[in-house]
């Protein structure tokens, strides 16, 4: 019966009670989770708002291109400045979409945090 109650794990004997109170060294999760919630979270947090904002000035700069640009493209014969327009709507049209995936991101992070 006593044989019964012991278990080799590893070339170690280890009894019952043993197994069920393992040494609280092996328990890393606290720590890791108490390190995500105080100092990645918060780093990946401040990161994606930066790139929130570099992508909102990117936009709003384009914008303004475009608004000077525009007007130089009314002519009745040739288009000056057709090739910088297209390629400047194409750039503001990917910072959007990046804008939105970066919010998005921000978004899942934050609720993402709730569940831990």
């Not at 040494?23 to 994606?48: G, I």
């Not at 291109?65 to 014969?77: A, I, N, Q, V, Y």
């Amino acid at each position: 019966m006593m044989r019964a109650a012991l278990v080799v794990l590893a070339g170690l004997m280890l009894s019952p009670t043993a197994m069920a109170y393992p040494p609280v060294a092996y328990h890393p999760a606290p720590l890791s989770t108490y390190r995500y919630q105080h100092v990645v979270y918060h780093r990946e947090v401040a990161r994606l708002d930066a790139a929130i904002r570099l992508r909102k000035a990117e936009i709003a700069a384009m914008e303004r291109m475009l608004k000077e640009w525009e007007p130089l493209d009314r002519f009745s014969t040739g288009r000056p400045v057709m090739l910088d327009i297209e390629r400047t709507r194409l750039q503001l049209l990917e910072a959007r979409l990046g804008l939105q995936c970066l919010e998005q991101d921000l978004f899942d992070l934050i609720h993402a945090r709730g569940r831990f």
